[in-house]
T-cell receptor
């Protein structure tokens, strides 16, 4: 069966520090991968999605970037965090050709 | 542009009551997909259902049921005989054919009191 791992679960980082959140999927090949952010107040916003290694699409201009160095690995990064980057970050995957996404457990990021 | 509206911000019910969550969507595509997700306090989004635009048949899964009506662009979700474990934020989402992303509604927080 397919599983998705996301870490860390919680993170407190100072303003201006770098960020790296990692997500890996097991049990499937060539998945679509996604990073969503959920700010306080619940709304989910798609940040990035990837349909293959090295292929990244950005939905919202921001202080973040994403990379997919391996088929089942998706990384969310920032060189310098802003206070506004605080939120709950969720990685997700879907099978190519299908749009139902399956989510990781999320990372709660607090920038202080 | 696609859009999903969940007008109910919060719903509070007593255990065993039924609760219906409203979802209204907008899309110009004739082929699209609708979803419901549950987000319990732990934070992980749990996939509940996917419905394509050509299948208007209502669906029942245990205490959960979904009512899809294209005429009113609605995809409502009912929890029958609610339980405390149903307390969560519920999201409705939409994707259009050929699009990889899900557009989420703002979510409805359901609180079931014992």
């Amino acid at each position: 069966s397919q599983t998705i791992h996301q870490w860390p679960a919680t993170l407190v980082q100072p303003v201006g520090s770098p960020l790296s959140l990692e997500c890996t999927v097991e049990g499937t090949s060539n998945p679509n991968l996604y990073w969503y952010r959920q700010a306080a107040g619940r709304g989910l916003q798609l940040l990035f999605y990837s349909v293959g290694i090295g292929q990244i699409s950005s939905e919202v201009p921001q202080n973040l970037s994403a990379s997919r160095p391996q088929d089942r690995q998706f990384i969310l990064s920032s060189k310098k965090l802003l206070l506004s980057d605080s939120g709950f970050y969720l990685c997700a995957w879907s099978v190519i050709g299908r749009t139902e996404a399956f989510f990781g457990q999320g990372t709660r990021l607090t920038v202080v | 542009a696609q859009k999903v509206t969940q007008a109910q911000t919060e719903i509070s019910v007593v255990e065993k009551e039924d609760v219906t969550l409203d979802c209204v969507y907008e899309t110009r595509d004739t082929t699209y997909y609708l979803f419901w997700y549950k987000q319990p306090p732990s934070g992980e989004l749990v996939f509940l259902i996917r419905r394509n635009s050509f299948d208007e048949q209502n669906e029942i899964s245990g205490r959960y049921s979904w009512n899809f009506q294209k005429s009113t662009s609605s995809f409502n979700f009912t929890i029958t005989a609610s339980q405390v474990v149903d307390s969560a934020v519920y999201f409705c989402a939409l994707s259009e054919a050929g699009d990889y992303k899900l557009s989420f509604g703002a979510g409805t927080t359901v609180t079931v009191r014992a």
